[in-house]
């Protein structure tokens, strides 16, 4: 597999079919239904906004925002990258403001078990992703 850059459309694209054929997301998508945008700012690339989408057992990865929307979070480059190679614990990244988030916090919290299973998909990508 060709490596790709963080946050690139390459590597939306290689968590978009990795999100699509797992069928652990499939069956939790059949329990759980939420919308997730991340915004990543100040980027080689600019400004990057990404999307999981989860209900009625899909799951779907892509660019642009989440439709319907229930959670957004928003947070910068620096922040993004020591989160993705796990320099940087996500919780210890929200509780000291370095990730914003907006929306149904409780829907998020009751979807923890969708974003257990993101994470082995996200974990296959990161083999091959760059983060210069």
Do not use: C
Not at 7 to 29: K, Q
Not at 60 to 86: H, K, L, S
């Amino acid at each position: 597999m060709d490596t790709v850059r963080y946050l690139s459309l390459g590597w939306i694209d290689s968590l978009r079919r990795e999100v699509a054929e797992s069928d652990t997301l499939r069956a939790l998508a059949a329990e759980h239904t939420i919308g997730v945008t991340q915004v990543v700012t100040d980027g080689p690339e600019g400004d990057v906004t990404y999307h999981l989408q989860v209900g009625h057992g899909e799951a779907r990865f892509g660019a642009g925002p989440a439709d319907p929307e229930d959670v957004r979070m928003e947070q910068d480059w620096t922040t993004a990258v020591a989160v993705a190679t796990g320099e940087l614990n996500a919780q210890e990244a929200f509780l000291g403001g370095r990730i914003r988030l907006y929306g149904d916090q409780q829907k998020l919290l009751a979807a923890q078990p969708v974003f257990g299973a993101l994470d082995a998909v996200f974990a296959t990508v990161r083999q091959h992703t760059e983060y210069a």
